[in-house]
């Protein structure tokens, strides 16, 4: 598929020890499920920015930080409903680690979330930011750490590409992203539109909008779980 523009080794921090490995993050026991159905598997979300950290901004003073997180607490009723456990990275607007930390604190702290729990995945909800205002459309990162993580991103990209109201479908692509590349267990990263896109801005402002992108994001990890036979690792 037709792949969006590679993004960089961290985001919303400047740039920092973020591009390198992971110093002392736990792990947990390394113990996940890639299968046998979403309902007991735990789900670690993970609301791109919040806090000091506003992420992109709209041309009307939208902030990015103001819009995943009620995608990802709608994410979080889509998959409890189905039998999963949820777990937030944050629940309120604020910094994960605390505020104006460094780029590798907060995200290894967003990424401590989920290892140490022993999450079966993660989703890290973002809105993209293209100096093209008239480009638009969703895309889903992954990293190839694990035989699940291309896996995961097709069956999610797949449900939300063709979401009415948004601009296309920007396809998955393998992305260099920290929060990807240390987390222990399958893992994407989903850019929900472009914010400086007038016509996507609109449609994810809207309650049942967001409401609907939560939805079809569930129906990405309901669809992963299902089709294949119980495994661990």
Known sequence: KKGAVAKPAYYGKTPSQSAHPAKNVPTGSGQYSTSGGLSGKTITIDPGH??????????????????TLPISMYLNKSLENRGAKVLMTRT?????????????????????VANRSNSDA??????????NPSVGGIATYYYSKTGNDARLAQKVQYQIANTPGFNGDRGIQEGNL?????T????????????????DQQRIILSDNRQALANWLCEGFVTDYKRYKKKTR
């Open 184 to 199: 222990t267990p399958a893992s994407v990263f989903v850019e929900l539109g472009n914010i400086q896109n007038s016509f």
């Open 50 to 67: 919040g806090g000091s950290d506003s992420g992109a901004i709209g041309p009307h003073g939208v902030q990015e930080k103001n819009i």
């Open 92 to 112: 309120t607007d604020v910094d994960v680690y605390g505020p104006n930390a460094s780029g590798v604190d907060e995200l290894g702290a967003r990424v401590n």
């Open 122 to 131: 993660l989703v890290s909800v973002h809105i993209n930011a293209f100096n």
């Open 178 to 182: 920290y929060v990807l590349r240390h």
